[in-house]
């Protein structure tokens, strides 16, 4: 060997060992990695998209479900039982604190399902606070039974028909974990399942430091084809401000959540991009239909008169939201736009005050998160907007600022008067809004944040999933919309563009209309 050659062999290694990982500047902590207790898109982002996967994923480009651990699928001509086949090259990636022996099987999928939904299941009590989309989505009450065929067959039995059965499954909740994993913890260990993740992602966890980084590796035998990044970061880096700046500097390649300034900012460097795409959320704010006087619709709706949501939007969204009237955007089937708004009317407010009995008003809380996101980019002027307006008919509120992982938890034991929230759909389907946000099973499981649970409401919302013909869906979700308008139950605020900034070297980052992210075919060129 030649020592040209010796030479340029040594060039190659310290070039190879500084090889920059995927960096990703998010905006706040996830809950933990046990995604089946949460149901923050923060928590499923650090969690289900990158470490674990499910039966089957929703194509958002193409709007249908497509295989993923499950290669095919069929259900019974009554819809109650449905048969998955699963591919036989899936694999757990390896972790510090496990090496897995064998690929996903049939009995990680039971294992999965049987700790969620049976409550004799020991595992189904290791959730401290229970599992809040199984709940919401009364998933409990749907499947009478998950079982192993062989392998790699297993069906799901059904107790009534559920057109929104097989499209839940791509949910983050739907994430499949290691029997094996679970077989050698122990219930008693059960925590290490929201420390100690083990899944069959893209990426393995290697380390989480609060309110700092998370940091993954690449799962080199992902049935979807090594990652194109060997390690992935997550930055957490709550300050918007701080995310572009880090951007612009090369610390991140990707940061999230920009705020509208920061977007145009991104737009007028040449060193980044801006990927965009219409989001299936909704900014609002819920009202607790429980707390006095939030209790009486005529309260509801005179809140909603008296906020100026145009000013609103304006000023917090500057441009990169629509201005919202329903639960979901309007491209959603079954959107109705006939129903009318809630214009912005100070005096029909006051005297729908008077009416109600409150004709100077009363003293209520207004909760908000400390730092910008998607669905809130500036906290701060959007709790202030609206205490300015309510202040004008009578209501004296107060701000009360929480950090987010709080703010969560609190909001889903119906502390709170008026929160600042937003709710993204998993799929294109309108359930995806009605039965974690209006259902009584949600008020229970905590997702459902105005706190009202009506029986003609509830059945509505039920009867929508037993049908699949879409027209008599259609009908159902329009007359659930006019109760959800009349009760008031929201404050719609936004339907929001999702953004995201990334340097000009990065390729293969798209930006989902769900909220979900994919960083196993991003690229650092």
């Not at 060039?11 to 920059?20: G, H, I």
């Not at 739907?174 to 029997?179: E, V």
């Not at 707390?291 to 917090?316: C, E, G, M, S, W």
Request: aromatic share 12%; proline share 6%; with cysteine.
């Amino acid at each position: 060997m030649n020592l040209r050659m010796l030479a340029a062999m040594m060039a190659v290694v310290p070039a190879l060992a500084m090889a920059k990982p995927l960096s990703v500047c998010t905006d706040a902590n996830p809950d933990g990695f046990d995604v089946v207790q949460y149901y923050a898109l923060v928590t499923t982002n650090a969690s289900a998209d990158v470490l674990f996967s499910r039966l089957v994923d929703y194509d958002a480009q193409a709007g249908k479900v497509v295989p993923a651990v499950a290669q095919s699928w069929s259900a019974s001509d009554d819809g109650l039982t449905w048969t998955f086949k699963l591919r036989s090259d899936v694999q757990f990636g390896a972790t510090d604190w496990f090496k897995p022996t064998r690929p996903l099987n049939a009995d990680d999928v039971v294992f999965t399902f049987e700790r969620v939904f049976n409550t004799q299941n020991p595992w189904y009590k290791t959730s401290p606070n229970g599992y809040p989309s199984v709940q919401s989505l009364q998933l409990n009450k749907l499947v009478k039974a998950v079982k192993k065929v062989d392998d790699h067959t297993v069906q799901f039995e059904l107790n009534y028909p559920d057109a929104t059965f097989l499209p839940t499954l791509t949910m983050g909740w739907a994430s499949i974990y290691s029997a094996e994993y679970a077989g050698k913890l122990g219930v008693a260990k059960a925590g290490d399942f929201n420390t100690k993740p083990v899944g069959s992602g893209p990426f393995v966890l290697k380390s989480f430091q609060k309110d700092a980084v998370i940091r993954y590796d690449a799962n080199t035998n992902w049935f979807g084809g090594k990652p194109k990044a060997e390690k992935l970061i997550y930055a957490i880096t709550p300050d918007a401000t701080v995310r572009l700046q880090r951007l612009k500097t090369g610390e991140c390649q990707i940061a999230l959540a920009p705020k509208p300034l920061d977007i145009q900012s991104a737009k007028a460097d040449k060193n980044l991009k801006v990927v965009d795409n219409a989001a299936f959320m909704t900014a609002f704010i819920a009202i607790n239909s429980q707390h006095k006087p939030l209790d009486n619709t005529l309260v509801r709706q005179a809140i909603n008169y008296a906020f100026d949501a145009k000013t609103y939007l304006k000023t917090v969204f500057d441009g990169t939201a629509q201005d919202a009237s329903r639960p979901f955007p309007p491209n959603t089937w079954s959107f109705d736009k006939d129903l009318g708004d809630y214009n912005y009317d100070p005096a029909k407010a006051k005297e729908l005050l008077k009416k109600a009995g409150f004709p100077n008003g009363f003293e209520t809380t207004i909760w908000t998160r400390p730092t910008g996101s998607v669905l809130n980019p500036n906290p701060k002027a959007g709790a202030e907007l609206l205490q300015s307006d309510l202040a004008k008919v009578g209501i004296k509120a107060s701000i009360k600022t929480i950090e987010w992982g709080e703010l969560i938890k609190r909001g889903k034991a119906g502390e709170h008067d008026l929160l600042f929230m937003g709710w993204a759909g998993d799929n294109g389907d309108p359930d995806n809004f009605f039965t974690p946000q209006f259902s009584c099973a949600a008020v229970q499981s905590g997702t459902n944040f105005a706190r009202y649970c009506d029986p003609q409401l509830d059945k509505l919302i039920t009867d929508g999933k037993k049908v699949s013909d879409i027209n008599q869906r259609t009908k159902l979700y329009r007359n659930a919309q006019k109760v959800i308008f009349d009760q008031a139950l929201w404050v719609p605020l936004a339907y929001p563009t999702a953004y995201a900034l990334t340097r000009a070297n990065v390729s293969g980052y798209k930006v989902n209309p769900f909220g979900r992210q994919d960083f196993a075919n991003v690229t650092v060129n």
